[in-house]
């Protein structure tokens, strides 16, 4: 069990550029979501997938925000023009969730710190 | 709408004291888990422990333990004999059972622990 990775771990770019991170989940989990969390905030809410379908999106997540999960593995969450309020830390986390498995807990990778100048 | 409170921004003890961090939510949920997470200064979020609603019954896990009152609508969590490996900032979070199955969490502003040497 490697956890749950995520890259790049830091990225700076300039205001209205494009970027793009990528999340590893847990092999053998089925949920993946996607938080934004600020210099001292907790996480909040973006999306999340269940295998590759993206159930739910979070009002945060403006038309610039998109996000993937093709074949229900990894997933890629990209911003278009960025904006200097997108800085923040993006986190991923995944889970399994099952009738027979009831460990809903989420289990987080060590984010991407994003940076707009 | 789900709310958690930690109304401890920071707190700092001197190692071997005993600690408590508060957490109280709102929910309208009838059956929802609750969390504590912590995230060192490392940045990555360590599940420590879940709680879901029927069950309100206190747990030890070593120096841990964690209060969960229904009555008050609080989890609270202490740290005994702490020490500055404890250093870090404690997330309470809360989920509740949607249709859609989301279990994305919603977090409390966190609490900074500094434990002294």
């Known amino acids: 069990d490697t956890g749950v990775s995520q890259n790049p771990r830091h990225k700076i770019t300039k205001r209205g550029q494009n970027v793009t991170f990528r999340c590893d989940p847990i092999s053998e989990h089925n949920r993946l979501y996607w938080y934004r969390q600020t210099l001292g905030q907790g996480p909040e809410f973006l999306t999340y997938f269940q295998n590759e379908a993206q159930l739910e999106k979070s009002r945060l997540l403006s038309d610039r925000f998109s996000a993937e999960r093709p074949k229900g593995s990894f997933s890629t969450l990209e911003i278009q023009r960025t904006e200097q309020g997108d800085s923040a830390m993006y986190l991923c986390a995944s889970s399994h969730d099952s009738r027979r498995n009831i460990a809903y807990e989420q289990y987080f990778g060590p984010g991407t710190r994003l940076t707009v100048t | 709408a789900q709310k958690v409170t930690q109304a401890q921004t920071e707190i700092s003890v001197v190692e071997k004291e005993d600690v408590t961090l508060d957490c109280v939510y709102e929910?309208?949920?009838?059956?929802?888990?609750l969390f504590w997470y912590k995230q060192p200064p490392s940045g990555e979020l360590v599940f420590l422990i879940r709680?879901?609603?029927?069950?309100?019954q206190n747990e030890i896990s070593g120096r841990y333990s964690w209060n969960f009152q229904k009555s008050t609508s609080s989890f609270n969590f202490t740290i005994t004999a702490s020490q500055v490996v404890d250093s870090a900032v404690y997330f309470c979070a809360l989920s509740g059972l949607k249709n859609t199955g989301r279990r994305a969490l919603t977090f409390g502003s966190g609490t900074r622990l500094q434990v002294q040497p």
């Open positions: 709680r879901n609603s029927f069950d309100e």
């Open positions: 929910t309208r949920d009838t059956t929802y888990y």
